[in-house]
């Protein structure tokens, strides 16, 4: 009975929300750049000239792991009041509201119970409010680098953005930070990912010494479980904690034996010279 009373008040929920969507009403926003009261948008000028900085360094060719770099050196916080990665810079490049425009239902609630979001890819009606508020950017700046995200994409049609399973689940036990996907690549050619700690990336080993791990290793360390991983713990030595739903826990380790040779040390310095000289 309660179960059903709980799914009666979610629909309803539901039901104002979308036709607050029909009528261009938004619900719920809150976007690093302003402050949202009362569904008004005003402008927070410290954290608009950030924005402003971002879609400018990426238009005259700085990539999004370069911009976060530059904004952790000068330590501007991210919006999530920690350090800047490749998702932050990019979820900031791809917002239509720094133009004053409004995409509503961009997610839904899968049921319920688990209360879970996903990315509406169709599945439900998505309405798109223009001028709704002052903007920040002006449109043909924004085109421009939608442009640039776009040929970028195109370049490397392997690389689906976003695409992996693990997102928001894996932890550093040395320093509690999240760790991020990203891609490894010599010159032009990206070759694989690996995961690494924010702490170690952003500010070096002296604050945080865990070692990334391959992505491909992080999958089969996690294959043959019939339960639901929680979380991913990345400990030293190599050991990888495996949390269930459940609560139940699970421990594996891994090794990559890999040896450096001079031309690939040779060719790892002047990738690093490259991105930061």
């Known amino acids: ?17 979308q ?16 402050n949202v009261k009362k569904r008004e948008f005003m402008v927070n000028e410290e954290e608009a000239q950030v924005v402003r900085r971002i879609f400018e360094m990426y238009a005259s060719g700085t990539g999004s792991d370069g911009i976060a770099d530059a904004l952790n050196n000068d330590n501007i916080p991210s919006p999530g009041g920690g350090l800047w990665c490749h998702r932050a810079v990019m979820d900031i490049l791809r917002n239509e509201k720094y133009i004053g425009d ?27 409010v223009s001028e709704n508020h002052d903007p920040i ?3 043909e700046l924004y085109d421009r680098v939608q442009k640039m995200i776009e040929d970028r994409e195109k370049k490397n049609p392997h690389v689906k953005p976003y ?28 070759e694989h990912f690996v995961w690494k700690c924010k702490t170690y990336a952003y500010k070096g080993k002296k604050h945080c010494d865990n070692k990334q791990i391959p ?30 739903s459940d609560g139940t826990e699970a ?24 991105r930061y000289l």
């Open 1 to 17: 009975y309660a179960q059903e009373e709980r799914r009666s008040v979610s629909e309803n929920c539901k039901w104002r929300i």
């Open 19 to 34: 036709n607050d969507f029909k009528r261009g009403i938004p619900t719920g926003i809150t976007v690093y750049g302003y």
């Open 102 to 128: 409004l995409m509503l239902q961009k997610y839904y609630t899968v049921d319920h119970i688990s209360k879970k979001t996903k990315l509406n890819d169709g599945r439900l009606n998505r309405y798109y």
């Open 137 to 139: 950017i002006d449109r």
């Open 163 to 190: 695409e992996y399973n693990f997102k928001h689940k894996v932890f550093c036990e040395n320093c509690g930070c999240k760790y991020y996907r990203k891609r490894v690549h010599t010159g032009k050619q990206y």
């Open 215 to 244: 992505d491909e290793v992080l999958i089969r360390l996690t294959e043959g479980f019939d339960k639901e991983i929680k979380n991913i713990i990345i400990c030293k030595d190599n050991l990888v904690k495996l949390i269930f």
């Open 251 to 274: 421990e594996r380790s891994w090794n990559i034996d890999r040896k450096w040779t001079d031309e690939m040390k040779a060719r790892n310095y002047e990738n690093l010279r490259r």
